[in-house]
């Protein structure tokens, strides 16, 4: 436990100071949207290009990883539907609880491991990532397809919506030149180690510059059904389907620490954009963000 929280302090120390910055106004308050786009659509799929195009999947258990996250992300989506009449009667407001039960932080995930694992951990956490994100973002725009206030119609657009996802076409083009046997040239994987270097600190601190305490009263419910789902349900889903298939290693410890993570600061994004409800997603994102800084050394201690 004590190795967790030591790894955990630097993500902790970013996360606050983006806080304390957005606060004190160190910066201009339109700087936050931009570094948060900047993070999402060009320094992060920069990483995700260069570590999955630089690596060979040969010899790593994908397809356990795979079944692992299949597996975990269906039966956590499925129960979400099925109890939908239970946890909440406003369809904008379950697609915050669903985003806030499914969704994983990258940064925080791969910040983990890298500090746990090395570049092992960055390369096993991207080919996770790779499996996820696509996985994840199928089932969080089909949501809200169907329970929000969309501005999506029809299957061309939904497929738009999907294919033209920055962290999808990240993951695409790694994938791409990784089975290809193509690789990253030695001068591309240059440029994209300088910038994807940014994405995890960049990205901390706008996690941090998200987090909305005075969101967070009036919408426990939400929060307490999405955190269960996220700390409680995943996890062991996820712990099962490991020793089913006996996955161990880096491999394994990559998906234990992405599914104890809280959710993606991006799920605001979505809700702003398909018309979902701001409010809850945004005190989700802040509490379990919140939550996290008990929970994950916690769950690392048992699970890890």
């Known amino acids: 436990m004590i190795t967790f929280i030591y790894t955990l302090i630097p993500i902790i120390a970013l996360i606050i100071l983006g806080f304390i910055l957005k606060r004190t106004k160190f910066l201009p308050e339109d700087t936050w949207p931009g570094i948060e786009k900047l993070t999402y659509f060009i320094l992060f799929p920069a990483l995700l290009i260069r570590t999955l195009g630089q690596q060979s999947i040969t010899g790593m258990p994908w397809a356990s990883m795979l079944l692992v996250i299949f597996g975990t992300l269906t039966v956590s989506a499925i129960l979400l539907i099925l109890l939908r009449p239970k946890l909440t009667e406003d369809n904008a407001n379950f697609t915050s609880v669903f985003q806030g039960g499914i969704r994983f932080n990258t940064y925080i995930a791969f910040a983990v491991a890298q500090s746990l694992y090395g570049a092992t951990g960055v390369a096993m956490s991207s080919v996770a990532a790779g499996f996820m994100i696509v996985l994840i973002n199928l089932w969080c725009i089909s949501i809200f397809v169907i329970w929000g206030k969309t501005s999506i119609t029809g299957t061309l657009q939904f497929i738009k919506s999907i294919m033209f996802n920055p962290l ?3 993951c695409t083009i790694g994938w791409f030149l990784s089975l290809s046997g193509i690789g990253v040239p030695s001068i591309a994987g240059d440029i994209l180690e ?4 940014a994405a995890l600190p960049f990205g ?3 996690v941090g510059a998200a987090l909305k305490l ?8 939400a929060i307490v059904y999405s955190s269960l789902i996220q700390f409680g349900l995943k996890p062991l889903i996820a712990v099962a389907l490991i020793t089913y298939t006996g996955l161990n290693g880096v491999a394994a410890a990559v998906l234990l620490i992405a599914f104890i993570t809280p959710t ?11 018309g979902g409800d701001i409010e809850s997603m945004a005190s989700i994102i802040t509490m379990q963000t919140l939550l996290a800084f008990i929970l994950m050394p916690l769950l690392g201690m048992l699970l890890l």
């Open 168 to 170: 999808i076409i990240g």
């Open 194 to 197: 300088i910038v994807g270097r």
């Open 214 to 221: 005075e969101s967070i009263h009036g919408h426990f419910k």
């Open 264 to 274: 993606a600061p991006s799920s605001y994004i979505l809700a702003r954009q398909l």
């Open 204 to 206: 901390l601190l706008a």
